[in-house]
Nanobody
Framework: QVQLVESGGGLVQPGTSLRISCAASGRTFGIDEMGWFRQAPGKERELVAKIRIRGGSTFYVDSVRGRFTISRDNANNTMYLQMNSLKPEDTAVYYC????????WGKGTPVTVSS
């Protein structure tokens, strides 16, 4: 089993930056891909960004490309999402996701962008 724990969410003003983290533990050696999803109130959960653990290739949804950066520290089993130029529409609960032969989810960390 794999456990994913997010941290770093909070309340920030529009235009500012925030970095959230995801710490993975357990049987992490088989994890091939990790990513961030988000779910805003009243909306479905959506993919924000993902990264291949071996090779490091990345994908971003159009709405965050150029503002968000996903990265990973394989030695410490930690993934990050650097979010710049935050907008009110980025407000959501952000979930860490990882997969080997199955998917794993964290419990989420809330990000609120408001003045």
């Amino acid at each position: 089993q794999v456990q994913l724990v997010e941290s770093g969410g909070g309340l920030v003003q529009p235009g500012t930056s925030l970095r959230i983290s995801c710490a993975a533990s357990g049987r992490t050696f088989g994890i091939d891909e990790m990513g961030w999803f988000r779910q805003a109130p009243g909306k479905e959960r959506e993919l924000v960004a993902k990264i291949r653990i071996r090779g490091g290739s990345t994908f971003y949804v159009d709405s965050v490309r150029g503002r968000f950066t996903i990265s990973r520290d394989n030695a410490n089993n930690t993934m990050y999402l650097q979010m710049n130029s935050l907008k009110p529409e980025d407000t959501a609960v952000y979930y860490c996701w990882g997969r080997d032969y199955q998917s794993y989810w964290g419990k989420g960390t809330p990000v609120t962008v408001s003045s």
